[in-house]
């Protein structure tokens, strides 16, 4: 019962139309939304190398996701690592090649090469060239470098092009267990 006296009905139910304007609002956006994310998702996949470019960090998490970005248009093959003895001295020998399988020729990035512990951390890391600066189409380029006393705790080897010295190329990485 109402103030006044009278009694009150409960409203008649209104039809699925009316029920409720921001809920068929919503349910009208939410396709636009979805669809939205996804063409903006399936932008930044297409020009996942304007991306890296723009900030090379972010090669790590396409290769995350299985979608490696090489800007640098090469790749490394680690062939070997070994240790010799030259005279008392332990020395860690890296060797490799850098392949370019583009139909272009490529200026070849300076390489870090990194010594790393068991849990993968890099413990030791210095540069190194290619013997070649440039390589044609579907040739290949060797490097070697060395490292004389090595640490003792190093477990594995990865050579990777240098982004600090080479900003237009993301890392690309090889890793070899490292020869005791």
């Known amino acids: 019962m109402l103030r006044d006296g009278t009694l009150a009905t409960p409203a008649a139910p209104r039809a699925p139309s009316e029920a409720s304007p921001g809920l068929a609002r919503g349910m009208r956006s939410g396709p636009i939304l979805v669809s939205t994310v996804l063409v903006l998702f ?7 190398g304007s991306v890296v470019r723009a900030e090379p960090r972010a090669a790590i998490l396409f290769d995350l996701v299985g979608l490696p970005v090489n800007l640098a248009k090469l790749d490394i093959a680690l062939a070997a690592t070994r240790i010799a003895t030259e005279g008392d ?5 890296v ?7 583009t ?6 990035p300076p390489m870090k090469v990194e ?3 068991g849990d993968g951390r890099a413990i030791y890391a210095w540069t ?5 600066q440039r390589i044609e189409p579907g040739e290949r380029a060797a490097f070697s470098a060395r490292l004389v006393s ?3 705790d190093g477990a594995n080897v990865a050579v990777e092009f240098d982004v600090a ?6 890392v690309r990485s090889q890793s070899a267990k490292r020869a005791r």
């Open 42 to 48: 399936m932008g930044i996949i297409a020009l996942r």
């Open 89 to 93: 001295r332990r020395v860690l020998v």
């Open 95 to 101: 060797e490799g090649e850098v392949l370019n399988q």
């Open 103 to 108: 139909a272009e020729v490529q200026t070849v």
């Open 115 to 117: 010594v790393r512990d």
């Open 128 to 132: 190194t060239n290619s013997t070649r």
């Open 150 to 152: 090595p640490p003792a």
């Open 165 to 170: 010295q080479d900003k237009a190329h993301p």
